[in-house]
């Protein structure tokens, strides 16, 4: 099979519809909407219902994107799943979500690199398209977030969402030419942010904070080095929604205008491994433009891509 570049023909987005507004952590924490907004650019998060999965947000995301991309799920050879909050231990939330696509046969994969878990499995992606082992590939990153959260801890409840985001990777055709990756791991700070078995997630804020900024800044260097470009000639930065503070000390770092840099934040929170497809979903398609998109989170994992839009 001869290969061509791996591309993003499509990206698609599912959010549920129970919104959790700041005020909602007034009524019973010590913070207030003011602290919430300044510290992180959160206004408002979605929260599934108790009965929802991971892979329920999963499938609507699949679905749609399939439509847009005029595909059935028996025209997929592979499916990734990038998630932290998998439906059960076994077997993966990939292999449920396949069971929920009628007629889909094709093999399916979970992805664990938390908050870019997006980025690591477009790389696993282009890999296997580029050495002509698959077309067709579903890339779906689904989170559950509020179920992993401890309800009284401040310093987490009030920053993550749940949501869906997913897309299709082609052997070639129309979208986000997938030009350039880069994946990073800092092991030694597995325990900055980590969620112990049976438990709910445990942070240490400001280090997470720091060392997202840190990393954040070299995979921008990395990518403008390896694709000789400087930061005018893109278009767009696709940064993971974590924290309004930290794409601003980016953003600062490196003088990127602000009408280059979309966000969700303020009305998603973080929904981690969704949050760059649902980001994807809401930019417009600019035709002969270079895109980057940067991610960090827990491992600590952190990865960047350069797209040209087609
Ligand atoms: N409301 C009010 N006060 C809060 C609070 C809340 N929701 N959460 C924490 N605080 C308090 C702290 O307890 C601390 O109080 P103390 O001084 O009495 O001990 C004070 O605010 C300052 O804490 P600090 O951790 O220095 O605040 P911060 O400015 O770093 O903001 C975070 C806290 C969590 C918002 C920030 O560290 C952060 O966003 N870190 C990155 C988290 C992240 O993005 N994780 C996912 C990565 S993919």
Same mark, same amino acid.
């Given at each position: 099979m001869i290969s061509e570049p791996a591309t993003i023909i499509?990206?698609?987005?599912?959010?549920?519809?129970?919104?959790?507004?700041?005020?909602?952590?007034?009524?019973? %924490? $010590?913070?207030? /909407?003011?602290?919430?907004?300044?510290?992180? +650019?959160?206004?408002?998060?979605?929260?599934?219902?108790?009965?929802?999965?991971?892979s329920d947000m999963g499938v609507f995301a699949a679905t749609e994107?399939?439509?847009?991309?005029?595909?059935e799920p028996k025209d997929l050879d592979l499916i990734l799943v990038a998630t932290m909050t998998p439906d059960q231990p076994l077997p993966s939330t990939a292999a449920l979500i396949q069971s929920k696509l009628a007629g889909c046969k094709a093999p399916a994969m979970d992805i664990s690199a938390a908050c870019s878990g997006y980025l690591y499995g477009l790389?696993?992606?282009?890999?296997?398209?580029?050495?002509?082992?698959y077309k067709n590939i579903l890339l779906v990153g689904c989170e559950k977030m509020?179920?992993? %959260? $401890?309800?009284? /801890?401040?310093?987490?409840?009030?920053?993550? +969402?749940?949501?869906a985001g997913a897309s299709v990777i082609t052997s070639g055709g129309k979208g986000l030419r997938i030009?350039?990756?880069?994946?990073?791991?800092d092991g030694n700070l597995a325990n900055s942010l980590y969620i112990p078995q049976g438990g709910s997630m445990k942070m240490f804020g400001q280090e997470v904070f720091k060392t997202a900024i840190q990393r954040g800044v070299e995979v921008i260097e990395k990518l403008l080095e390896k694709e000789k470009l400087l930061i005018e000639n893109i278009r767009y930065?696709?940064?993971?929604?974590?924290?309004?503070?930290?794409?601003?000390?980016?953003q600062k770092r490196f003088q990127i205008p602000e009408e280059k840099i979309p966000t969700t934040?303020?009305?998603?929170?973080?929904?981690?491994?969704?949050?760059?497809?649902?980001l994807l979903e809401s930019i417009s398609h600019e035709q002969n433009q270079r895109y980057m998109s940067v991610a960090f989170?827990?491992?600590?994992?952190?990865?960047?891509?350069?797209?040209?839009s087609l």
């Open positions: 499509a990206s698609a987005a599912y959010l549920p519809p129970n919104r959790v507004k700041n005020s909602h952590f007034e009524s019973y %924490l $010590d913070t207030s /909407d003011s602290w919430i907004y300044e510290r992180t +650019g959160i206004k408002e998060r979605r929260w599934a219902d108790m009965g929802v999965k991971a994107v399939l439509k847009k991309a005029n595909m790389s696993v992606a282009k890999a296997f398209i580029e050495a002509g082992m509020s179920q992993v %959260l $401890d309800p009284n /801890d401040r310093s987490t409840i009030i920053l993550f +969402g749940d949501g030009d350039n990756i880069i994946l990073g791991l930065v696709i940064f993971h929604q974590a924290n309004m503070r930290i794409i601003q000390n980016i934040i303020e009305y998603t929170a973080n929904t981690s491994a969704a949050s760059i497809p649902i989170g827990a491992g600590f994992t952190y990865a960047g891509a350069i797209f040209t």
